[in-house]
Protein backbone atom coordinates (compact mmCIF):
# COMPACT_ATOMS: atom_id res chain seq x y z
CA UNK A 1 0.00 0.00 0.00
CA UNK A 2 1.34 3.28 -0.80
CA UNK A 3 0.87 5.88 1.40
CA UNK A 4 0.78 9.73 0.58
CA UNK A 5 1.44 12.77 2.23
CA UNK A 6 0.52 16.52 0.97
CA UNK A 7 1.92 19.56 2.61
CA UNK A 8 2.43 22.87 1.29
CA UNK A 9 -1.48 24.38 1.61
CA UNK A 10 -2.22 27.38 3.75
CA UNK A 11 -3.64 30.49 3.55
CA UNK A 12 -1.99 33.14 0.31
CA UNK A 13 -3.41 36.18 -1.22
CA UNK A 14 -4.76 36.20 -4.36
CA UNK A 15 -1.88 36.14 -7.26
CA UNK A 16 0.62 34.89 -5.13
CA UNK A 17 1.75 31.39 -5.36
CA UNK A 18 2.00 28.33 -3.62
CA UNK A 19 4.17 24.82 -4.07
CA UNK A 20 2.46 21.69 -2.87
CA UNK A 21 4.13 18.46 -2.10
CA UNK A 22 2.78 14.82 -1.70
CA UNK A 23 5.68 12.36 -0.52
CA UNK A 24 5.11 8.85 -1.45
CA UNK A 25 6.00 5.97 1.45
CA UNK A 26 7.64 4.38 -1.54
CA UNK A 27 9.53 4.93 -4.66
CA UNK A 28 7.11 6.39 -7.32
CA UNK A 29 9.05 5.65 -10.69
CA UNK A 30 7.26 2.63 -11.17
CA UNK A 31 3.88 4.22 -10.66
CA UNK A 32 2.17 5.30 -13.97
CA UNK A 33 0.12 7.77 -13.18
CA UNK A 34 0.41 10.51 -10.39
CA UNK A 35 -2.13 13.60 -10.15
CA UNK A 36 -3.57 16.64 -8.03
CA UNK A 37 -7.40 16.74 -7.33
CA UNK A 38 -8.79 19.52 -5.70
CA UNK A 39 -12.01 20.09 -4.30
CA UNK A 40 -14.43 22.61 -3.09
CA UNK A 41 -17.20 22.41 -0.27
CA UNK A 42 -20.03 21.04 -1.27
CA UNK A 43 -18.37 20.11 -4.75
CA UNK A 44 -17.17 16.84 -6.65
CA UNK A 45 -13.40 15.95 -6.42
CA UNK A 46 -12.25 17.29 -10.02
CA UNK A 47 -8.78 16.72 -11.50
CA UNK A 48 -6.20 19.85 -11.76
CA UNK A 49 -3.35 18.09 -13.14
CA UNK A 50 -2.10 14.22 -13.34
CA UNK A 51 1.32 13.15 -14.97
CA UNK A 52 2.20 9.70 -16.57
CA UNK A 53 5.53 7.89 -15.87
CA UNK A 54 6.39 8.63 -19.41
CA UNK A 55 6.75 12.04 -18.36
CA UNK A 56 3.23 13.39 -20.36
CA UNK A 57 1.49 15.97 -18.37
CA UNK A 58 -2.26 17.43 -18.59
CA UNK A 59 -4.12 19.94 -16.85
CA UNK A 60 -7.76 21.16 -16.47
CA UNK A 61 -8.27 23.74 -18.60
CA UNK A 62 -9.02 26.33 -15.60
CA UNK A 63 -5.41 25.62 -14.64
CA UNK A 64 -3.45 26.11 -17.78
CA UNK A 65 -0.47 28.36 -17.74
CA UNK A 66 -0.95 28.86 -14.13
CA UNK A 67 0.15 25.05 -12.59
CA UNK A 68 2.97 23.37 -13.72
CA UNK A 69 3.12 19.51 -12.17
CA UNK A 70 6.24 17.58 -11.46
CA UNK A 71 7.64 14.29 -10.03
CA UNK A 72 10.92 14.15 -8.79
CA UNK A 73 11.41 10.45 -8.50
CA UNK A 74 14.75 10.15 -6.66
CA UNK A 75 12.69 11.87 -3.73
CA UNK A 76 9.59 10.23 -4.51
CA UNK A 77 7.89 13.36 -4.19
CA UNK A 78 4.86 15.07 -6.51
CA UNK A 79 4.75 18.61 -6.52
CA UNK A 80 1.92 21.11 -8.13
CA UNK A 81 3.42 24.54 -8.60
CA UNK A 82 0.22 27.32 -8.42
CA UNK A 83 0.83 30.87 -9.82
CA UNK A 84 -1.40 33.21 -10.32
CA UNK A 85 -4.07 32.05 -7.62
CA UNK A 86 -7.16 33.23 -7.89
CA UNK A 87 -9.42 34.90 -5.39
CA UNK A 88 -12.05 33.75 -2.78
CA UNK A 89 -10.94 30.25 -3.56
CA UNK A 90 -11.11 27.58 -0.92
CA UNK A 91 -9.93 23.92 -1.61
CA UNK A 92 -8.84 20.68 -0.64
CA UNK A 93 -6.41 19.56 -2.87
CA UNK A 94 -5.70 16.04 -2.90
CA UNK A 95 -2.64 13.44 -4.46
CA UNK A 96 -3.37 10.32 -6.21
CA UNK A 97 -1.20 7.49 -7.17
CA UNK A 98 -2.78 5.24 -9.81
CA UNK A 99 -0.42 2.03 -9.97
CA UNK A 100 -0.74 0.96 -13.69
CA UNK A 101 -3.02 3.97 -15.03
CA UNK A 102 -6.32 1.62 -15.22
CA UNK A 103 -8.83 2.85 -12.11
CA UNK A 104 -7.50 -0.25 -10.47
CA UNK A 105 -5.03 0.13 -7.69
CA UNK A 106 -4.73 3.49 -6.28
CA UNK A 107 -3.93 5.79 -3.34
CA UNK A 108 -5.03 9.10 -2.13
CA UNK A 109 -3.58 11.46 0.59
CA UNK A 110 -5.64 12.57 3.33
CA UNK A 111 -5.34 16.32 1.74
CA UNK A 112 -4.03 20.01 2.23
CA UNK A 113 -6.50 23.22 2.40
CA UNK A 114 -5.31 25.68 0.37
CA UNK A 115 -7.55 29.21 1.31
CA UNK A 116 -7.10 32.34 -1.38
CA UNK A 117 -8.26 35.31 0.27
CA UNK A 118 -6.79 39.25 0.95
Known amino acids: QVQLVESGGGLVQPGGSLRLSCAAS????????MGWYRQAPGKQRELVAN???????NYADSVKGRFTISRDNAKNTLYLQMNSLKPEKKDVYYC????????????WGQGTQVTVSS
Open 96 to 107: KADLEGNGFTYY
Open 26 to 33: ESIRSIYD
Open 51 to 57: TISGGST
